[in-house]
Nanobody, 125 residues
Framework: QVQLVESGGGLVQAGGSLRLSCAPS????????MGWFRQAPGKERDFVTA????????AYADSVKGRLTISKDNAKNTVYLQMNSLKSEDTAVYYC??????????????????WGQGTQVTVSS
């Protein structure tokens, strides 16, 4: 059983920055893809970004390109989401997700095996 724990959320002014972290616990995957999703009140949980096991392949939603950056540190077994130039529309609960047994990126939320409980990001305008 794998558990994912997000951290780093909070309240920030528009134009500010935050960095989210996702740390897994329990049984580790040999190879895995990681992703970040977000869900605003009354809306669907949407894809934000994803990264391959090697870190060489990344994907981003159009709405966050150039502002949000996904990265990973295999030595620490941790995935990060660096968020810059934040906008009010970035306000949401952010979830990390993991899919074992793959070398590629995964954009479809239904393909992920494990999910964190989420961390709140609130951007004030």
């Amino acid at each position: 059983q794998v558990q994912l724990v997000e951290s780093g959320g909070g309240l920030v002014q528009a134009g500010g920055s935050l960095r989210l972290s996702c740390a897994p616990s329990g049984r580790a995957f040999s190879t895995y893809a990681m992703g970040w999703f977000r869900q605003a009140p009354g809306k669907e949980r949407d894809f934000v970004t994803a990264i391959s096991w090697s870190g060489s392949i990344t994907a981003y939603a159009d709405s966050v390109k150039g502002r949000l950056t996904i990265s990973k540190d295999n030595a620490k077994n941790t995935v990060y989401l660096q968020m810059n130039s934040l906008k009010s529309e970035d306000t949401a609960v952010y979830y990390c997700a993991a899919k074992g047994g793959t070398f590629t990126v995964i954009r479809n939320k239904s393909s992920y095996d494990y999910w964190g409980q989420g961390t709140q990001v609130t951007v004030s305008s």
